[in-house]
């Protein structure tokens, strides 16, 4: 027989977030008490008038297909959004609605690189990206941030990294998987690297609601119009409204890019769902309130956890900013218990202490571990009780 697999899939690598998210599962159908953090989802119901407005959009006829680039209503929701909270102005023609916020990444990708055009990745990254840019033909190129460097790369970083096939720089801030936000200044540098040296940016955005502290979000784009006309922003409602089974993201930028990546939709998607772009009008349209409800109850989260997972022995945990992720080093806990890696250490949590993490590994980052707080802040106090057991009771000095 015919080798049946194509190349390009050969390589791939699993999602870690899903496979520990899949294994917890597993263990919870045997009956086993498992505390799941690997979730990379909000906890809440998508809020009630967007599920209202949904089932009105089907009540009133509204389930047939629709552009392949998204509803002319739903563009011009998303341009008044980006109006309105970044001071960003685009046309109709600067807009992809596309399949969720990683199909969205997924077809940029497939239509500005070529084979071996390379992307520039900062290490920790999210599991999709080196993936995607693979699957398109590109080279992932990482660049090492350090917890001391509060898990952002610097200027000169980027410029080292950079070579005549270069053809974009990812940039994700609030982050996942560290919660750290670049700010102003720091995307200031890193645009300046760009514009030099002629690559595109795609700036991530999909946490921009989930910031603490005071933080406000600043879209690299809003820099200034030179900058703005080589950034590609992702963003969607998948976080920021608790949509994200309904699968709605979106691009804004160079209008030939988002045409290309609306005929390549055409041929693959067809479109987006109906009923969930009509919703996503609603999201964006209607009462933020719920946004911010949410975003105060994982700033409690945050809060309440923060020190008493730093305060585990062989624990080192950098104060997220954003998202709703920890990310603490965690070798010499590992180390101490007597785990040859991080991984069997994540491992032996979930089938000894029944908690489940997601090794740092899938991030670029095998000495940490992440923990997601988008769960009640009751099961998150008891799974910190369950990890601080675990290690105490292992403890080699």
């Known amino acids: ?31 086993i008490d498992v505390i799941g953090l690997g979730a990379g989802e909000p906890d809440f119901n998508t809020p009630k008038n967007i599920l209202d407005a949904a089932a009105k959009s089907m009540y009133d006829g509204h389930t047939k297909y629709t552009p392949a680039g998204g509803l002319p209503a ?25 399949v969720g916020a990683k199909h969205v990444l997924y077809t940029l990708f497939q239509v500005i690189l070529n084979e071996g055009d390379e992307v520039i990745i900062p290490i920790p990254y999210w ?24 898990y952002k790369i610097t200027a000169s970083q980027l410029r080292e990294a950079i070579t005549d096939k270069t053809k974009a720089v990812i940039i994700n801030s609030p982050s996942n998987p560290s919660g750290m936000v670049y700010t102003r200044e720091e995307l200031a540098q890193l645009a300046a690297v760009a514009v030099e040296k002629d690559i595109i940016i795609v700036s991530d955005e999909i946490y921009e609601k989930l910031l603490y502290n005071g933080l406000e979000h600043f879209s690299i784009a809003q820099l200034s119009e030179e900058v703005k ?16 089974g309904w699968r709605i993201g979106y691009a804004a930028g160079n209008a030939q890019i ?58 080192r945990v950098v104060k997220p900013q954003g998202a709703f992720y920890f990310l603490p080093d965690v070798a010499k806990a590992a180390e101490k218990t007597g785990y040859g890696s991080v991984d069997e250490f994540a491992t032996a949590l979930l089938t000894e202490a029944n908690v489940a993490v997601v090794p740092g590994s899938g991030f670029g980052v095998p000495t940490t571990v992440r923990l997601s707080y988008a769960t009640s802040l009751e099961l998150l106090e008891e799974a910190v009780r369950r990890i601080d057991h675990f290690v105490k009771s292992k403890w080699q000095d």
């Open 127 to 150: 599991v999709s990206y080196p993936e995607q840019v693979k699957l398109a033909g590109g080279v992932p190129v990482y660049v090492e941030s350090t917890s001391e460097q509060n």
């Open 74 to 98: 739903l563009k011009q929701a998303i341009i008044e959004k980006l109006a309105r909270d970044n001071n960003l102005e685009y046309k109709p023609n600067e807009i992809l609605v596309g």
């Open 229 to 244: 006309s080589r950034t590609i922003v992702i963003n969607g409602v998948a976080k920021s409204h608790s949509m994200t």
């Open 258 to 315: 988002i045409n290309s990546m609306a005929d390549l939709a055409s041929h693959s998607t067809s479109n987006p769902t109906t009923t969930s772009q009509y919703a996503t009008i609603e999201a964006y349209n209607g009462s933020q309130d719920s946004v911010e409800e949410m975003r105060k109850a994982f700033e409690t989260r945050l809060e309440t956890i923060y020190p008493k997972l730093n305060a585990i022995p062989g624990f």
């Open 1 to 31: 027989m015919k080798e049946l697999l194509a190349n390009r899939v050969k390589t791939l690598t699993p999602s870690a977030t899903l496979a520990i998210t899949a294994k917890a599962k597993e263990l919870k159908a045997q009956g």
